[in-house]
């Protein structure tokens, strides 16, 4: 009886074709959608006590980033820091987005989800109220 390697050749390079064909199948980057109306208390808070508050508290770092304190720290920061109305101005943007040049991007332990950066982005944006 005569073995045929054909079939596991031509299955062989059919997987081949196809797996190789998936690199050149990348998906544009999906722009990240926020809902209007970001809430301080709902939305931004709980995303400072999850990554900032840790660091940022009384007996380590300021400003204070625990519930109850974050907004006025954040409001009684240096000029610059939060521009109410303008998230591409204000320093905090350029930390949380690790932009070049800014000599302490936050948060110290990596980077945050693009999500919770266009959540912050889009509470500057909207006025930085405490709402």
Same mark, same amino acid.
């Given at each position: 009886?005569?073995?045929?390697?054909?079939?596991?050749?031509? &299955?062989?390079?059919?997987?081949?074709?196809?797996?190789?064909?998936?690199?050149?199948?990348?998906?544009?980057?999906?722009?990240?959608?926020?809902?209007?109306?970001?809430?301080?208390?709902?939305?931004?808070?709980?995303?400072?006590?999850?990554?900032?508050?840790?660091?940022?508290?009384?007996?380590? &770092?300021?400003?204070?980033?625990?519930?109850?304190?974050?907004?006025?720290?954040?409001?009684?920061?240096?000029?610059?820091?939060?521009?109410?109305?303008?998230?591409?101005?204000?320093?905090?943007?350029?930390?949380?987005?690790?932009?070049?040049?800014?000599?302490?991007?936050?948060?110290?332990?990596?980077?945050?989800?693009?999500?919770?950066? &266009?959540?912050?982005?889009?509470?500057?944006?909207?006025?930085?109220?405490?709402?």
């Amino acid at each position: 009886m005569k073995k045929t390697h054909k079939p596991i050749l031509v &299955a062989s390079v059919g997987i081949g074709l196809l797996l190789s064909s998936c690199d050149n199948d990348k998906f544009p980057e999906k722009e990240i959608v926020v809902k209007d109306n970001v809430s301080f208390a709902l939305d931004i808070q709980p995303i400072l006590t999850l990554e900032c508050a840790t660091c940022h508290n009384p007996s380590e &770092a300021e400003p204070d980033l625990r519930e109850g304190f974050a907004y006025e720290s954040l409001m009684n920061l240096e000029e610059g820091a939060i521009v109410p109305g303008n998230a591409e101005g204000s320093e905090l943007v350029e930390m949380l987005e690790w932009a070049e040049g800014v000599d302490n991007p936050m948060p110290t332990a990596g980077r945050m989800s693009p999500l919770k950066i &266009a959540l912050i982005k889009k509470w500057i944006d909207e006025g930085a109220r405490n709402n």
